[in-house]
C-alpha cells in the first residue's frame, strides 16, 4: 500500500520535470486557489494513478477529488462487517500528499448494494446497517474527506416522485432522513448533500427536487446543501436555470454545487460553448464547489457512443473546454477584465 504511494509520488515527480501537460497557461487550480473555489475531478478510480500522466494532470489541475465506485456498497464493504479500504486509502494519501480535498461520493446510491444488504426487509435492522456503514466510512476518514454526497439520486431519473431503491423499499421515503440523520451523527462538521441529475433541464423534476429538500430542511433534518451533477448533452441549460436554484436553496440557507459535471455532444464546439456558459453562469451565481465527472477522456463515462465529455482529450491534452473552463475561472467578474494567460 504505502510502497504504491510512494512509486505514485516518485513517479509523479519525475513527469512533472517533463511538463508534458502544458497548457500555455496556468492551472484550473491555481486560478480557483485565488478566489477558494473547489474544482476538482470526480471519477477517480485509484488505479488510474498507476499512470504518471494521469496523476500528475490531476494533482497539477484540481484541488479536490472524490472516488468513482469505490466507496459504493457492494465494492466497499461487500459481506457485512468486511470493508476493503485499500482503494479509498490510496485516494485520501494521493490527495494529502498533493494538497487536495477529497469528497465522499456513494454512501447511498440505487446502484452496487450487496445482497446481504438487499435481503435485510425488518426496518430497524436495516437502520442498523445503514449505521454501521456510515459510521465504518466516516469516522475512518473523519478530518479527510470534508463534504458529502449522502443521498444520490433520490428521485427517478424523467421525474415523477421517488427512486424506488433498496433503501425507499424498506424504510419508505423517510430512508433520506434516516440517512442525513445517521450522517450528521457521524461526522458533526462534514457538509452533507443531496445529489441529483437532470434538474438543471426537466422543470417538473427540478420543481421535485426543491419540494422534497424544503420539505426536509422544514423538518430540521441535517443537511448543507444540494450537488448537482450536470451531465450535459447538446444543449446548455436554459439562462438563468442555475441562477434560480442558486437563490432558492441559498433561500433555504443551504449551498448549491456542482458535482459531475461534463458534457455529452459529438460537437466539439458545441461541447466548449456549453462547458463555458455553465461556469460562467455558475461561478456569477455564486457556486464555489465545482467537479467534473472525470477529466480525461481516456477515461469517461457516457451513455453517448463516440461521446468525449471532458475537458482533456485521451492524451491528456487540453481541450476547447479546458480553456473555457480557464476563462471562466480566471474572469475578474467585478469588473469583466479576464486575467492574462502566463506560461506554464
Ligand atoms: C457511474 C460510474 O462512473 C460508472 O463507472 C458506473 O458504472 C455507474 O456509475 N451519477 C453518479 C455516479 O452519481 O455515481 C455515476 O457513476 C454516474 C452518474
Known sequence: MYAATLITTLL????????????GTTTLRDVAAKKNILIGSGAINPAYLDDPKFAVLLAEQFNSLSPENEMKWEFLNPTKGNYDWTKLDRLVEFAAANNMAVKGHGLISSCCNPPYLLNITDPTAFRAA??????????????????????????????GGLNQNAFYNVLGPGYIEVAFRIARAADANAKLFINENLVETLPGKRQELYDLVSGLVAKGVPLDGVALQMHETIYAPAPGVITDMVNSYNALGLEVTIAELDVHTLDPVNQTNIYSAVMDEALAAGITDISFWGFTDKHKYTWLPGAEPLIFDENYRPKGAF?????????DRNTTSSAAATQC
Not at 323 to 331: D, F, G, K
Open 12 to 23: 509523479t515527480t519525475i513527469t512533472k520535470v517533463d511538463a508534458f501537460a502544458c497548457t
Open 130 to 159: 445503514m449505521t454501521a456503514h456510515f459510521e465504518a466510512i466516516m469516522h475512518r476518514y473523519h478530518g479527510k474527506m470534508d463534504r458529502w454526497d449522502v443521498v444520490t439520486e433520490a428521485l427517478m431519473t424523467m421525474g
Open 323 to 331: 480553456y473555457a473552463v480557464h476563462t471562466a475561472l480566471s474572469q
